[in-house]
């Protein structure tokens, strides 16, 4: 089992930008990929960004790419997710999870989070 606790939510004016972080009580290659998803009031949650904490592969949904970056910090054992342009409909709790490989299906991530909430408005 891993345990993970994100950090760095609050409320983002429209076209703001953000730094999510996810650190770990440890990186193992059992639990190699860490993805970031959310959820937004109503609907589903889903997958926005998962990194390789071995390889360092990152992979973006078409909802963030190109105003998203995922990262990785071995030494602490950390992901970073920083989010620029902002918009309201990235409002949502966000959180992290940990599993095998890379996936934008959360049903396959078994160690998540307790989640952090992002508030784009004006």
């Known amino acids: 089992q891993v345990l993970l606790a994100e950090s760095g939510g609050g409320w983002v004016q429209p076209g703001g930008s953000l730094r999510l972080s996810c650190t770990a009580s440890?990186?193992?290659?059992?639990?190699?990929?860490i993805g970031w998803f959310r959820q937004a009031p109503g609907k589903e949650r889903e997958g926005v960004s998962c990194i390789s904490t071995s390889t360092g592969s990152t992979y973006y949904a078409d909802s963030v790419k190109g105003r998203a970056t995922i990262s990785r910090d071995n030494a602490n054992n950390t992901v970073y997710f920083e989010m620029k342009s902002l918009k309201p409909e990235d409002t949502a709790v966000y959180y992290c999870?940990?599993?095998?490989?890379?996936?934008?299906?959360?049903?396959?991530?078994?160690?998540w989070g307790q989640g952090t909430q992002v508030t784009v408005s004006s």
């Open positions: 999870a940990t599993d095998a490989f890379c996936s934008w299906h959360p049903s396959e991530f078994e160690n």
């Open positions: 440890r990186f193992t290659p059992e639990y190699d990929a």
